[in-house]
C-alpha cells in the first residue's frame, strides 16, 4: 500500500521559547496521531510526524518541518495554526527577520509521485481555508505557488 506524502514546513514567528514550539508541534501531530497510550490494534498507525525543527535566535523564527499523508496534512496545519495563534503574541515580538503573522508562511511540497500541486491546493482550499477563514489570494499552476491569507498564512 503506498501512501500519498506531503511535506509541510510551517514557518512559526517563534524561536526564543522552544516550549511553545513545541507545543505547536504537538498539537500537529495529536490532531492525527492516535494517543500515545493505546493497546496494539491492527488499524494503529502513526499518520504525521516531525522531522525537525528548526529554530533561529536572532530571526525569532522556527520551521516545523512535518510529514504526513495527503489526507492528514490538512488537519495537522489547521491544529499548529490554532495553538500557534494562541500561544504566540507578535505585540511582544522582537527578531530581525520580518514576520506576516503568527504563523506567516505554510509550504506544502508533495513527496510521493501520485501527489499533485493541484491537490495541495485542493487541501490548501478545504478545510484550512474554511476553518481559518482564510481566502485564496492567488494559485499559480507554473509555479505551484498557492497563497492563502488570514494572519498571511501562505502555502506554497
Not at 501531530?29 to 493505546?38: G, M
Not at 499548529?80 to 504566540?88: F, H, N, R, T, V
Request: glycine share 4%; net charge negative; hydrophobic share 40%.
Amino acid at each position: 500500500m503506498s501512501r500519498q506524502l506531503v511535506a509541510c514546513m510551517l514557518n512559526v514567528s517563534e524561536a526564543r521559547r522552544r516550549d511553545v514550539v513545541e507545543k505547536i508541534a504537538k498539537e500537529a501531530l495529536a490532531a492525527v496521531n492516535p494517543p500515545k497510550v493505546k493497546p496494539i490494534a491492527s488499524d494503529w498507525a502513526i499518520n504525521a510526524t516531525a522531522l525537525n525543527i528548526f529554530q533561529d535566535i536572532d530571526y525569532n523564527r522556527s520551521v516545523i518541518t512535518l510529514v504526513s499523508s495527503e489526507d492528514c496534512i490538512g488537519p495537522c496545519v489547521e491544529a499548529a495554526c490554532e495553538k500557534a495563534y494562541e500561544l504566540i503574541d507578535l505585540s511582544h515580538h522582537e527578531g530581525v527577520h520580518p514576520r506576516l503573522g503568527a504563523v506567516d508562511l505554510v509550504p506544502l511540497h508533495p513527496i510521493s509521485e501520485d501527489v499533485s500541486l493541484p491537490n495541495l491546493g485542493q487541501v490548501a482550499r478545504g478545510d484550512i481555508q474554511e476553518r481559518e477563514q482564510t481566502c485564496v489570494i492567488s494559485a499559480h499552476q507554473s509555479t505551484g505557488v498557492i497563497r492563502l491569507s488570514k494572519d498571511n498564512i501562505f502555502f506554497y
